[in-house]
């Protein structure tokens, strides 16, 4: 299954880029791409553990930013 998310509080590239690469280490992510101009999460995960591993995402997002949101 592949989805966007909405992501706020990403103020600049390298922030997007430190997402994307720490989400990138979620176990079960096929895929995924923090795009910094439109501020979206695309995320790519088997359908069975997608919603885990969202859950996991935003603990992550949380932990490494906690004005950063991934909005679901």
Known sequence: ?????????????NC????????AK???VESVAVVF???KLI??????KF???MDEA???AKKLEP???IVR
């Open 1 to 13: 299954m592949r989805k966007s998310f909405k992501v706020n509080g990403i103020d600049c590239a």
């Open 16 to 23: 997007a880029a430190k997402l994307e690469r720490n989400l």
């Open 26 to 28: 979620i176990k079960g």
């Open 37 to 39: 101009a439109t501020s």
């Open 43 to 48: 995320i790519e995960a088997p359908d069975d």
């Open 51 to 53: 919603d885990a591993i």
């Open 58 to 60: 935003v603990a992550v």
């Open 67 to 69: 004005d950063w949101e």
